[in-house]
Structures are given as structure tokens and as C-alpha cells.
């Protein structure tokens, strides 16, 4: 095993888990080696793998990314949320391969097991557009890990919702795409047109509070503060008559509601 004179020093692996990090941006084949080494010096811990699994995806190896879930299954160092993660990003390499039926099977298994909303609404989006032969070709590139710009991604995601016009989908993930940005008027607009279709049973209630909760702060962010302020109080159940009443019967975790009262009083200031 060598002497314990030659394992890096905690700098040292600290300084090679950034030097992971900022390759995997930009240089995802230099991000698997450095991932590699990490492993190689602490192979008791998930995380290097995980990091290569990332790097292969973005590398559109699918082959090298299952043989690193299969790697990454026989750890008995897996957390929960290690498991979910691992379940999805094997998703995403089967649907690389264009196996679907695989992709999607794995893609339920981590939903029943994701913890956080965040990670919940972001397997409902992958499902809901991996079982639409239409949309698939089109935001398969964008939704597994990817190295795309601004410019690349708006682009992108302009063309799915102009050729899949009715689809709540694409309009959801440009509005997110814009507001972070900084184009909250253009958010707004693919927010609005998301919004009008909640009545249908198919969106799943983690989508409909993302958008929501980004709906109001575009409003308040273009200086929009009126609407920021019905939209925050009616998601919050606190004004019953408003046209956006039926956002007051979402289910904010305690998180959410205490952004949403932190938007209304904003915006309520910006108004006196």
C-alpha cells in the first residue's frame, strides 16, 4: 500500500478535488483522470467516482458512464441520496445509448427514492419528456449533463418550444433558463403560458411551485412589484379573491414559504 508518507496531504487533495471541478466545465476527458486519481487515493469514499460518472456523461460516453454505475452499486459507502444519484445519471447514459424503456425505469426508481424537491422536479422533467417521441430528440442534449453556454442553451430550447408549441415543457425550461439570465420579461412570458396549463392533472406539483416561485420573482426583478406581490400573497393563501388563487393551494415547504413572504414584503415596499 505504500508508506503513508506518500498520501497527499489534505491541501493537496483539496487543491486536486478544485482542479476536478473546474476541468469538469470545460475539459471533462482531464476531470475522469483527475476523478481517477482522487479515487485512487481514497478509494472508501463515492465521491471521485460519482465525479468521473459526471465526466463520462459530459463526455457522450455512455459505455465508460455504466461501467462506472456498475462500480459505483457495489460501494457499500452509498448514502441514499448517493443511490438516487447514481440511479439517475445511469438513466441518462441509457438514454445516451437510446435506451429508452432502461432510461425511464431507472429514472422512476430514483424519483421513489430522491429526497429533496429540487432533485424530484428534475426526474419528473427528464420522465415527462423522455416519454415524448417528439420532444426527446429534442431536449435530450440539454437536459443530460452538458458543458452549453447561454447562448448555446436558449437556442436550443427556442427551437423545441417553437416546434412543440403546446407543450408545457419547453416553455418551462426556457423560462428557467432566462430568468437565470437575467431576462426576466421573456421569463415571464414562458412562465405565464406554463401556468395556464396547471389544470392539467399531468403537472406534477413540484413543476407548478418552480414556477410559481420564479413567476413572482420575475415580476419583482423587471420591476413589476403589483403583480410580484398578488402572485407571492396568493401562493401563500393570503388573498383568496386574487386571479391567482388557485396557487394557494400548493405545498410550501417552510423554505419556500419564508422566499415567497420575503418576496411579498419587498415588493410591497417598492409600492408605498
Known sequence: QGSVFQVPCAHELGRLRNDAAVALCMEPHRADSLYGRLGEIEPQRPDARLGQLRARLRQRDPQAALQMTE???????????????????????????????????????????????????????????????????????????????????LTLLATARSRQPQSLWPRYLLGRRLYYAHRFDEAIVEFQHVQQQFADAGVPEDVRLATVELLAWSYLRSGNAASARDLAEAALGLQASSRWASAGTLSWSEAERLRLEDLRRRAAARLR
Do not use: F, K
Not at 449533463?145 to 447562448?151: A, F, L, P, R
Open 71 to 153: 462500480e459505483l452499486w457495489q460501494s457499500a459507502s452509498l448514502s441514499a441520496n448517493d443511490s438516487t444519484t447514481v440511479a439517475r445519471w445511469q438513466g441518462d447514459a441509457h438514454w445516451l445509448e437510446g435506451n429508452h424503456t432502461a432510461a425511464e425505469s431507472l429514472y422512476t426508481m430514483a424519483l421513489q427514492g430522491a429526497a429533496s424537491r429540487v432533485t424530484r422536479r428534475a426526474l419528473q422533467v427528464s420522465l415527462a419528456i423522455l416519454q415524448d417521441e417528439d420532444l426527446r430528440p429534442l431536449l435530450r442534449d440539454y437536459l443530460i449533463e452538458s458543458n452549453q453556454n447561454d447562448t448555446t442553451s
